[in-house]
């Protein structure tokens, strides 16, 4: 019989038997979240829930602890988890193998960028769950590699970035396959009208459960932002980091370019600098990944596509180098600091043609964001030979005098190849 853990406080209460107890005071869990409490006893009592949590207050558990409990050892895949990223298959994999009180629970995370033989490998050694993003699960079912005629349970993680990368149609796919009873549970950060439509097809008598009380950020953030001009931006980063030092940090740009040259530049600068984008072949993208969780990267140059579902605990800073042109998107970068309670710095750079921006994230979290000056940071005048704008992009027009006293242009001469016929050399 299993001890109980007397560092473990609550989760008894919500129905987790003494070995999940058990595996809980191994991962280091002191009491349950919100969600947590309120998200494991309908589940264990068999519902169908959708739950809202902000980023980072421990959904995965939250839906994990209840499926891991109740998987038979001697049946075939039962539990089905769908995520957005390739990361995230990753990560809710880890975490759930972590939780899980023994061993022989077999957890299988499939994902695009990886070899299919590889995956078909692993699914052939009979997974109890599968994590999986969902082209590569439909990938898998056309094959025949997986089957879902004993599902139990079936787990939609974040859900409105599901949606947003364009995953509507594979989710109803997916979903529509089933055939057995099953619970589903559906997890997001956010809640609108098309989350709720689909759950309204796809669950049964749902319980709702909302424990984002409607606030879109944490007031654990300490929020601010810098002015800095287009050619300031990289001083004015350099001296941000010089200054605080941060232990763990994401700094996220616009696009795959900016986030490989800024990478490059601070790399070349002597900092611990990685980068993460769509560009980077999946073998690469989770071996900079690795490093970052343990600590061995300490700033991560990402965007926004490749960071979604990143969940590292002990990110100190999260830096906006580009600003999100989406306020919703700055809402979702800053939710991956202060997690679980911890305190976290987001900090942005601003370029001063970006006020009606930076008011539309104000006002969407309802909050007034600081701005902080950088000690030794003086704005420079643009350089003269950098294009900043559209005036630019055609070659100024020739002087008028120069126009006038300029030579009629000598015709062209032709190349052999070009001469007629009779003038060519026989």
């Not at 309802?366 to 005036?391: L, M, S, Y």
Request: proline letters at 7%; charged letters at 25%.
């Amino acid at each position: 019989m299993h001890k109980k853990s007397p560092r473990v406080r609550g989760f008894d209460e919500l129905g987790i038997d003494e070995a999940h107890l058990l595996a809980l005071d191994r991962a280091g869990f002191a009491e349950p979240t919100e969600i947590q409490r309120q998200l494991i006893p309908p589940v264990l009592a068999g519902r169908d829930v959708l739950g809202q949590a902000r980023t980072g207050t421990g959904k995965t558990a939250a839906f994990g602890l209840p499926i891991l409990q109740m998987t038979r050892l001697e049946g075939r895949l039962q539990s089905l988890v769908l995520v957005p990223t390739r990361e995230l298959a990753v990560q809710v994999a880890a975490e759930l193998r972590r939780l899980a009180a023994v061993e022989q629970i077999h957890i299988v995370p499939i994902y695009g960028g990886q070899k299919i033989a590889h995956q078909t490998k692993l699914l052939g050694r009979k997974p109890h769950v599968v994590v999986g993003t969902p082209g590569r699960v439909i990938d898998m079912l056309d094959r025949g590699r997986i089957s879902l005629a004993d599902i139990r349970f079936v787990v939609l993680d974040e859900v409105d970035r599901m949606l947003d990368i364009g995953f509507r149609d594979d989710i109803r796919n997916i979903l529509s396959r089933i055939e057995t009873p099953h619970q589903t549970i559906l997890v997001s950060a956010t809640m609108n009208d098309e989350i709720k439509r689909l759950a309204a097809r796809y669950t049964t008598d749902p319980l709702e459960i909302n424990v984002s009380r409607d606030e879109l950020t944490v007031d654990e953030v300490n929020q601010a932002y810098v002015t800095a001009d287009p050619w300031d931006k990289y001083h004015a980063l350099r001296l941000l980091l010089e200054q605080e030092q941060p232990t763990l940090a994401i700094i996220f740009c616009n696009t795959k370019h900016a986030a490989r040259r800024l990478a490059r530049r601070l790399h070349g600068d002597g900092f611990n600098a990685r980068e993460i984008h769509g560009d980077l072949v999946q073998q690469k993208r989770e071996r900079v990944m690795e490093r970052f969780r343990k600590h061995q990267v300490h700033l991560l140059v990402a965007t926004d596509l490749a960071a979604r579902g990143i969940d590292v605990h002990g990110i100190s800073h999260i830096i906006n180098y580009d600003l999100p042109p989406d306020p919703h998107v700055y809402v979702h970068r800053i939710g991956r600091t202060a997690r679980m309670g911890s305190f976290g710095r987001a900090l942005s750079l601003v370029c001063r043609d970006q006020g009606d921006l930076l008011t539309a994230i104000e006002q969407l979290i309802n909050k007034e964001i600081p701005q902080e000056q950088i000690a030794g940071f003086v704005p420079r005048p643009p350089p003269r030979d950098e294009d900043f704008g559209p005036a630019r992009s055609a070659p100024p027009p020739p002087e008028p005098a120069a126009v006038a006293v300029a030579p009629a242009a000598a015709p062209k001469k032709l190349g052999a190849k070009f001469k007629t016929r009779r003038g060519r050399r026989r």
